[in-house]
């Protein structure tokens, strides 16, 4: 099995990071190979409409999600974390999720290919993990309206202002390493 971790953190080592590289712990121990990509890079772009995707069955546009999106298709499982800023996903992870529109054939069918599992990971600051509920559900339609199907459940770690403090909470790392040896299994 093959489980790769999307960070939308700008923060290196930062919460979403710590929690992703727990989850890629679990996925080792059940004998997954595994990969961390940062989607705050330079050169990632938007998705620019140009139509090419519907040509080709994937995005045209060639910067770096080119590899990342290799990587998603030689994946088994994806878990893409990102911080809630302003009751939403970074702009990093939504740069990511609009190019994702390269996966759908022009009859808006899927060109992913079937069982490739996904899982969310979100941190924030406030102490209610459900105060953003509707972000999470969007994602998660989205995601599997592009053909990913549903994994383990959403994580969301609260309390969490400052960079890697999430390191201090064992629950939290440990359902992080749970969700990626639960994708090892699937
Ligand atoms: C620009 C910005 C906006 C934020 N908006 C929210 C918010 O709306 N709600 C919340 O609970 N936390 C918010 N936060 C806090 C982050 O979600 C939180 O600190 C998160 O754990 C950061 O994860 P990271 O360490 O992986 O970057 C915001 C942080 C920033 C920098």
Do not use: W
């Not at 590289?21 to 989607?39: D, F, N, V």
């Not at 609009?98 to 406030?126: E, M």
């Not at 953003?132 to 549903?150: K, P, R």
């Not at 440990?174 to 090892?184: S, W």
């Amino acid at each position: 099995m093959k489980v790769i971790g999307l960070v939308g953190s700008p923060r290196k080592n930062g919460n979403i990071d710590v929690l992703l590289q727990k989850a890629m712990e679990g996925a080792e121990a059940q004998g997954s190979t595994t990969a961390i990509y940062y989607l705050n890079e330079d050169n990632i772009c938007g998705c620019q409409a140009c139509g090419g995707c519907k040509t080709i069955g994937r995005c045209v546009v060639e910067d770096g999600l080119s590899e990342i999106f290799s990587a998603i298709d030689a994946a088994d499982s994806v878990i893409i974390g990102s911080p809630i800023y302003f009751g939403r996903f970074t702009a990093q992870t939504a740069l990511f999720m609009d190019r994702l529109f390269g996966y759908l054939k022009p009859d808006f069918s899927s060109s992913l290919g079937k069982g490739k599992k996904y899982s969310l990971i979100f941190t924030q600051n406030q102490s209610d993990s459900g105060t953003y509920t509707n972000t999470i559900n969007a994602a998660a339609q989205q995601l599997e309206f592009i053909g990913f199907e549903s994994g383990p459940k959403p994580l969301v770690g609260t309390g969490l202002p400052n960079a890697g403090m999430v390191r201090d909470n064992k629950q939290l790392l440990q359902d992080a390493y749970n969700i990626g040896k639960e994708l090892a299994h699937q």
